[in-house]
């Protein structure tokens, strides 16, 4: 990773935007559509961002050496070597936003990808979002303990779960979740047996479990490349401390408290 992606808020923030056509336009309505204030005076002294859509390359060469010696990160449109930032492909279900960049390798790659999962995310997981932010303090009383917390979110927002979040019920299911009782102190036990030792091999169940995993025993020739995708506060022992003949491979036993 060479790029490290955040969220800025530009709300009445003013973005420097120089140039005109199809590239300039198509700059000005995303960065508006953020809540800047767009100016195209380059001497604006109170800006927060650049963006050089020029078209004449040696035109838009110093554009981007004067901003920059005022000390604004630029985006120099098509010209990925100029840039500070980069604006990546937006799938946009407020508040959610999910953003794609391929850092500048490849505009088309990034569109593919964001049409690809526009018709994957549900247009309600916005309201399911702003649901849940609403209800925090009933979460809260509902389960006071942190972890036991995190545990029912989990539960419930993972694939088959009441509030799925690519189900387009979820937003509808948010109070049925909320009046449920769910039982406590119980454990569920889960075995795995990776195909290899390179964590990039692992299913998608399978890291789903680990990333859910309160404890894990895992046979010593599983790398800690594996397990450090499970969950930082996930608990580690050897597998031989469960098993004292564990099964032969590379094995990982996973214990969950629901």
Do not use: H
């Not at 795995?192 to 046979?219: E, N, V």
């Amino acid at each position: 990773m060479n790029q490290l992606p955040i969220f800025v808020n530009l709300s009445g923030r003013k973005v420097i935007l120089l140039g005109t056509g199809e590239m300039a336009d198509a700059k000005r309505r995303l960065y508006e559509r953020a809540g800047a204030v767009i100016v195209d005076d380059e001497a604006a002294s109170d800006a927060v961002l650049a963006v050089v859509a020029l078209e004449d390359d040696e035109e838009a060469l110093a554009a981007v050496k004067r901003l920059k010696a005022r000390g604004l990160l630029v985006n120099a449109v098509d010209r990925s070597a100029l840039c500070d930032y980069t604006t990546p492909a937006l799938v946009d279900r407020d508040p959610v936003l999910i953003a794609i960049g391929t850092g500048g390798a490849s505009a088309g790659l990034a569109k593919s990808l964001r049409q690809r999962l526009e018709q994957l995310i549900p247009g309600n997981l916005g309201s399911l979002a702003s649901g849940l932010s609403a209800a925090r303090e009933r979460i809260k009383q509902i389960w006071p303990e942190g972890s036991e917390r995190r545990k029912a979110i989990d539960a419930a927002l993972d694939p088959g779960g009441v509030v799925d979040v690519l189900s387009e019920n979820s937003s509808s299911n948010l109070e049925t979740w909320l009046a449920m009782r769910f039982a406590k102190d119980l454990s569920e036990v889960e075995d795995m047996l990776l195909t290899s030792a390179d964590p990039d091999d692992l299913t998608l169940r399978q890291a789903r479990l680990l990333g859910r995993a309160d404890q894990i025993f895992a046979s010593a020739d599983v790398p800690n490349a594996v397990l450090d995708r499970a969950r930082a506060d996930a608990e580690r022992f050897d597998l031989a401390v469960w098993d004292e003949k564990p099964a032969k491979g590379l094995t990982v036993r996973i214990r969950m408290k629901t």
